[in-house]
Each structure stands twice: as C-alpha cells, then as structure tokens.
C-alpha cells in the first residue's frame, strides 16, 4: 500500500480531484475511471478499482480516502502489474495538476 497525504481542506481537496461522469464512474485526473458505477463518498468508506492508461497500456489500481483535520489521505493499492512502478508517480502528477502537492509515504 502507498499513501499520499495533501494538505489542505479535504473536502475541497476531493472536489478537485474527483468527479463523476455521464455513466457514473467516478474520474480522476485525465483518464483514470472507475471500474464500476460509484459515488464519491465510496472514497472514503471502502477502496474504489480505477483503471488509468499509462505507459501504452492499461493499468488498475485502488484508491481508498482518509480525511483528516488538515489533509486529505489517500491510499493506492497496486495489483502486481509492469507498470505498477509508474502509477503513484502518475496519481501525484494528477494531484500536481489540480494545484496541489503530495506526500509520499512508500508502503505504509
């Protein structure tokens, strides 16, 4: 497991990090989805299965939120792929993105 923390108000955090779109898979970054319909709030309750393009091929992760008084927590499970060595660089690029910065803590 990998945890990344970003500071700042976690719910305007998850607002800007995640959305969901017309079928109802929750969106983050450029091209990670969910794997199946969910709500946000999911997030926070249970890990979500995304599925992201990376490195010319696809790749599944899980995310799962923590908010915490002053940053938001956000834990990424790999699932033994090629390209696992890329995807929490690719999910701090996405936080980077929105105008935030992570911190990384490697299997915590």
Do not use: C, W
């Amino acid at each position: 497991m990998n945890t990344l923390y970003v500071k700042g108000e976690p719910e305007i955090i998850i607002g800007n990090l995640f959305s969901l779109n017309e079928e109802g898979h929750i969106a983050f970054g450029l091209s990670a989805r969910s794997l199946e319909p969910a709500d946000i709030t999911q997030l926070e309750s249970s890990s979500v299965d995304f599925r992201d393009y990376l490195m010319e091929g696809f790749v599944k992760f899980s995310i799962r939120l923590s908010k915490l008084n002053d940053r938001l927590k956000i834990e990424i499970e790999l699932f033994g792929s090629n390209r696992d060595e890329h995807i929490v660089p690719h999910v701090e690029f996405y936080i980077s993105q929105a105008g935030y910065q992570a911190t990384e803590v490697v299997n915590a």
